[in-house]
């Protein structure tokens, strides 16, 4: 059976920092690209960062270039996305998704920034 499991979120203040990890079982870890993507209430899921297999190639979206890292441990089957300088409009649930010979997504995790 395979799972993916986010974890990490929580409430943070505007120019915080929060770690997400998302902890992948059933797959070939190192197999899979792996996303993360976010939705915000009223609004369409987004990707916001892909990691290629290795680690060596990664994209980040515009939004959050500078700011947020992602980064795997293929000895652990799991992917995190380092968040610095949050912003309130990065409040939404972040989901991550491992792509391969089929795809698949974690439950997500909420992340609100406020103050």
């Known amino acids: 059976q395979v799972q993916l499991v986010e974890s990490g979120g929580g409430l943070v203040q505007p120019g915080g920092s929060l770690r997400l990890s998302c902890a992948a079982s059933?797959?070939?870890?190192?197999?899979?690209?792996l996303y993360w993507y976010r939705q915000a209430p009223g609004k369409q899921r987004e990707l916001v960062a892909t990691?290629?297999?290795?680690?060596?190639?990664?994209n980040l979206a515009d939004s959050v270039r500078g700011r947020f890292t992602i980064t795997r441990d293929n000895a652990k089957n799991t992917v995190y996305l380092q968040m610095n300088k949050l912003k309130p409009e990065d409040t939404a649930v972040y989901y991550c998704?491992?792509?391969?010979?089929?795809?698949?997504w974690g439950q997500g995790t909420q992340v609100t920034v406020s103050s």
């Open positions: 998704k491992a792509s391969g010979s089929k795809d698949y």
């Open positions: 990691i290629g297999y290795t680690g060596s190639t990664t």
């Open positions: 059933g797959i070939t870890f190192s197999a899979y690209f």
